[in-house]
Nanobody
Framework: HVQLVESGGGSVQTGGSLKLSCSVSGDADNEYCLGWFRQAPGREREGVASLSSGGGDTYYRNLAKGRFTISHDGAKRMLFLQMNGLTPEDTAVYYC??????????????????WGQGTQVTVS
C-alpha cells in the first residue's frame, strides 16, 4: 500500500508560478508510475504529467508541455510539479497518484490506484 500527501497549492496571479509537492510513503520500493492529475469543478479529472520512479522518463499532456515540469526525488520519497506561466484555466484541485506500472505514457486515472487528498490551485 502506498500513501500520498500533496502540498504547495494556493492562490497565484496569472503568469505566476507554484511548486507542488507530494510525499510518498508505504511499500513503494518497486517501480511505480507517479503522476499529477487535476480536476476543476464540472470537469473530468485529467492527467497533467507523469514519470517512472525507476527510469525517470517524463511524460506531459499538451496542457502542461512547456510550462510544467515533473520531477522526483527518490531518496527523499518526494514528487514535485513545478508550474510556470499559470492561467485561470489551470485552476483546479491537483492530485498526485501512483500506479504499479513501469511504463507510464498513456495511463489514465483508472490505472492509478493510489491517490493523495488533493491540493487547491487557484489562478486569477
Amino acid at each position: 500500500h502506498v500513501q500520498l500527501v500533496e502540498s504547495g497549492g494556493g492562490s497565484v496571479q496569472t503568469g505566476g508560478s507554484l511548486k507542488l509537492s507530494c510525499s510518498v510513503s508505504g511499500d513503494a520500493d518497486n517501480e511505480y508510475c507517479l503522476g499529477w492529475f487535476r480536476q476543476a469543478p464540472g470537469r473530468e479529472r485529467e492527467g497533467v504529467a507523469s514519470l517512472s520512479s525507476g527510469g525517470g522518463d517524463t511524460y506531459y499532456r499538451n496542457l502542461a508541455k512547456g510550462r510544467f515540469t515533473i520531477s522526483h526525488d527518490g531518496a527523499k520519497r518526494m514528487l514535485f510539479l513545478q508550474m510556470n506561466g499559470l492561467t485561470p484555466e489551470d485552476t483546479a484541485v491537483y492530485y498526485c497518484a501512483a500506479a504499479p506500472r513501469g511504463y507510464c505514457p498513456g495511463l489514465g486515472p483508472v490505472e492509478y490506484i493510489y491517490w493523495g487528498q488533493g491540493t487547491q490551485v487557484t489562478v486569477s
